[in-house]
C-alpha cells in the first residue's frame, strides 16, 4: 500500500475493483465505514458479484472476469475527454508533459505497441523499448511541453490511446451497463477535484490476470491523474492478504530479487559487482544510492569475508539465467526432472498452485522434499492425494513440526508496510521448533558438513555469517541478533545505524535489508515493539510500531500539498513550512532527502523515480506496453473486441498451451467463466483453518456458487453436488472433474457480452484432502499461465464446464 | 440477557474460566461485565500478539496462565483494530487448543509435535529424532548440490548457483525468519526461490 488502512478514514470516494474488503479484510472494512459515517464518503465496488462489500456499497459495479483495464481504461477516458483530472497535479508531479519519442505507436488491428518482437524462447512477444523513451535534447533533458497540447506529450498519447475506451464499447466488453459504468466513473472522477481524496482498494482480483501488473499499472494512472496520489485517503492501495506477505516480499522470497527489491543479479547482464552497479544504478532519483545497499548486504551476508579487495562477496551470489524461476516455471523444470529435492516452509502449493494435480504429479520427480508447518499438509502428504499408490512414490519426505504465531517472537509487515512486534506467549506443544529456530540449526549443521572443504565450491556457505545464537546458550537462536543485522550497523564498532541514511558503499556498513533499517535501532525501545497510539493527527499513529520506509505513512506524501506548499485540503495538511521554505510542522514523514531545499522538494516528488514525476506513461518496468490495454484472459469466451488481430496479452507467460482452452471446439466444451475466491472464515490453502473446529462449524465445505437461470437450465439444486471440469482435467484421454456442493445464489446473474449471454461461476479453494474438514482442490481447475511481468497465475478468470452428479 | 460484544467474545472463548462463569447468572450485562472484569485480571498475564491471518495486522491479546495461553481476544489498544476481529481472529486459539464435549480446552490432535519421516515407497509417516531429520536433510542437500552445481555458465561467467533445488519461503513467517531463509537459500546457490506472494 502507498498509505496504511487507518487512512481509509480520510478517502471521499473509495474504490475496492478486485477485492474484497469486507470478505477478506474485515477488520479494514471499519475504517471504510469510518469515512462513510464522519465524511459522508461514498464506496463504489467492482467486483462480477454481489459480494459482500458489494452488498453494504453505494454503487456496485458489476464487471466480468479479466476486464479491469476495459473498465479502468474507460474511467481514463472518461477523465480526459471531460477534463476532470486534477490540472496542476499533472502538471506538475506527473511525466504528462513529457514528449515521447516520435517512433512510438501503436497498432490498434494487432494490439501491439511499437518495438515489437518475436521471443522464440517462449513462443510470445516482446519488446524493443527504445521508441517509448522521452525525447531528449542534446544534453540529455527531457523535453516537455507545459501546456500539454504538443500531439507526443504524454497526455495528448494517452487520450488519443484511451480514446477507444467509450462507455458502449467498455459496456460491451465488461457486460456492464452503460449508465452505471457512467455513474461510477462520474462518482469516482469528482476526487480529481483539488481537496478531494480518491482511494483504490485491490487485491488478487487485479493481480491474477495475464495482464495483472497493468491492472495495477491502470490504477496508479487514475489516481496519478486525480491527484490522489501521496495525499491521505488517497493511494494505491493492495490489500494482502497474509499477515506477513508484505514482509516476506521485502525479505525477498522471490528469485528475482535481494532483500529490499534489489535486483537479483543475472549472469548475462551482472558478472562483477561493477557491471551490476553501472547497469542497475541510475543517474538520479533515491536508487543512486543502490550501491551502498547492495554492498551493506553483502556485508551482513559474508561478514568479515566480505571486503573490497573481493567485491564484497559479490561472486557467492549464484546469478540468474535467463529463465523464468517462479512459481509455474519451477514446478514445470520439476516435472521435466531438473530439480530433484524442495524445501517448503510453511506453503501449500499442492492446493494453491494453478493446475495443482499436475503439480503433485511433479512432485513425484523430488528424491526429497523438507515440509516444515504447523499442521499436515497435501505438499507434504502428496504420496496420499486420492487416487495415488505411495508406492510408486519414491520421494523422501521430511515434516518438521513449526511453532504458531503466538509461540514465537518476531516482526511482520502489514498491508500498510507497518512492522510490527508479536511477541510470544507460549511454549510451543510438544517437539514443535520456530522455522527461525530450525533454519538456524540447518544451516549450521550445512556450514559444518562443508566445513572441511569437502564438496562443490563451499565458500559461499562457510563464510556466511550465522552468528545469531543466544549469549547463554549457542544452540538457542537469539531473534534480536537477526533484528540488528537487518537494522544495520556500522561494521568498525558494531553501533547501530539510525536508518538507511548512513549506509555506504565502502564496506563500513552492515545492513541485511535496506528498507527494514531503523527499526531496531536500538535495544531499549525498538520503533517495531513501540505501542504509542495517535492522540491527534490525521491517523499516522507514528508512535505505533515502524513502518518502511524511516517510519512513512503515505508515500510520495510531498504531493499533498501544491508545489508552493499548501495543502490541497487544509483539514488534512500533513506538513507545514515557514517563509523562508523551512519545514516547522509534520504529520507523516516528509518523503525527500533531508538535504533538499524547498524549492528541489517540489520538482522531484516521485523520489525513487529518475525523472522524479510519477509515470502515467511508463517508460520502464513494465514488459508488456507504457499503457494498459485490454486483452482477454488466457482463456475466455470471447474475442478482443478493442483490438480484433488480438487475444490475450502477447508477452504474458504461457506454459502447457495443450491444457489452455482456446479453440472454438474448447469454448463450447468449456461454456462458463470460472473465478476463485476467498471467503473470511477460511485462510488460504485451508490448512491451518481446516484444522480449526470453530471455523470449520461457519464454513464447512467446498461450493460452487451458480446464477439461478444457469442453475434452472442445468437442473442444479441447491445442495446437488456438481462436477466441474476444465481442460486440465484430462487423464488418459478421459475428461474427469472435481465436486463442490451447489449454492444457487442471486449474487451472481448472467451478464451480456457483446450481445451474447454469458454465465459466471465462483469458487472458493480452501479445501484439500487433509486437516479436519477435507474437500476437493479447486486449483486442480486453474491454468498454468501467468503475467507478462510477474507470471501470478491467472486464477480469476478461466473456461470451464459445470454439470449436475449423476445428470 | 443481553452482553456487550466484547464480555460475549470473552465468555465464549474462555473455556478456563468457563467452569466458573457458568455458575453466573447472565440476567444482566452489568453483573456479567462487574463479575468478569476481577477474574480476568486475577488470573491471567497479557500478552500482545498480531493476528496471523490476513494483512490488516490486528493486534491479539492472549491470555497467559501458568505458561499457558487460555484466552485470546482482540487489542482494544491497537489503532488498527480497536479490540475487534474477524471470525479467523476470534478463532486463533484454536490454532493450539480445542474444547472437548464438556468445553475442556485439549491440545489440538492434528498440531504436529514430532518430525516425521516417509521413507520411499512407504505409506506411513514415522516418528524421528530431530538431529537425525536435520542431520539427514543436510546431507541430502549437499549430495544434491555437489552433483548439480555450476561454478560458471556456458559464457565463462561465475554464477555459483544450482538448479536442483527450489525454495519456497512463506508469508505466514517472520521478516526475521524469511530474511534468514534467504540468506541460506543464496548460500546454497538456489536461483529456484519463490513463496505464496505469487500465489
Redo the contacts between chains.
Sequence with gaps: MTNHWIDYKNSDVIMNIGGNTAENHPISMKWVERARAERGAKLITVDPRITRTAAVADLHVPIRPGTNIAYLGGLINYILQNELYQKEYVQHYTNATYLINEGFSFDEETGLFSGAQDDAARNAKKYDTSSWQYQRDVEGNILKDPTMQHPNCVLQLMKKFYAKYSLDKVSKVTGCPQETLEESYKLFSSTGQPGKAGNILYAMGITQFTHGAQNVRAIAVVQLLLGNMGIPGGGVNAQRGQSNVQGSTDMAILYHILPGYLGAPRAALHPTLADYNERETPASGWWVNKPKYLVSMLKAFWGNNATRANDFCYDYLPKLDQRDHSHIAMYKYMGEGEIEGMICWADNPAVTGPSAGHKRHYQANLKWLVSVDIFENETASFWKAPGTNPADIQTEVFLLPATCSFERDGTKANSGRWIQWQWKAQDPPGECKSDLQVVYELFKKLQEVYAGGSGAFPDPIVKMKWDYGKDEDESQVDVVKVCLELNGYNTADQSLVTNFVSLQDDGSTACGNWLYSGYYNNLENPACKSRIRETEGIGSNLGWSFAWPLNRRIVYNRCSADPAGKPWNPELQVFWWDEEGKLVKNLDIPDWPGSWSFEEVAQFPFIMLPEGHGRLFAVAGVSDGPLPAHYEPAESPVPNLFYPRATFNPVSQRFYEEHLAETDEDRARYPYIMSTYRVTEHYQSGIVTRNMPWLNELMPELFIEIDEELAAELNIYNGDTVIIESKRLFKNGEQSGIEAKACITKRLKPMVINGQKKHIVGMPFHWGFMGMAKGAITNDLSPSVGDANTTIPEYKAFLCNIKRKGA | MKLSRRSFLKLTGTAAAAATLTSLSLQGDKKAEASYQPIRLHYARE??????????????L?Y?RD???VN?EGDP?H????G?????????I???Y??DEKGKPK??P??????????????R?EEKD?DW??????????D???R??E?K?A?G???????????????????????????????????????????
Excluded at chain 2, 47 to 58: D, S
Aim: charged fraction near 20%; include cysteine; glycine fraction near 6%.
Design positions: 500478552v500482545p500478539t498480531i493476528c496471523t491471518f490476513c494483512g490488516v495486522g490486528c493486534g491479539i492472549c497467559v505458561g499457558v495461553v485470546t489498544d489503532p488498527i483494530n480497536e475487534t476481529l474477524c471470525s479467523k481472529g476470534s478463532s486463533i484454536n490454532i493450539s480445542i474444547y491440545l489440538n492434528n498440531r504436529l509435535t514430532k518430525p516425521l519421516y516417509r521413507a520411499p515407497g512407504s505409506d509417516w530431530w531429520m536435520l542431520d539427514t536433510i543436510v546431507q541430502r542437500i549437499k544434491t548440490r555437489d548439480s552445481f561454478e555458465d559464457n561467467v561465475t554464477v555459483n548457483r544450482t538448479q536442483a533445488i527450489a525454495w519456497l519461503g512463506s508469508a505466514f513467517c517472520t521478516n526475521e525468519e524469511n530474511y534468514l531463509f534467504h540468506k541460506m537459500a543464496r548460500a546454497m546457490g538456489v536461483i529456484n526461490i519463490d513463496h505464496c506472494a505469487r500465489l
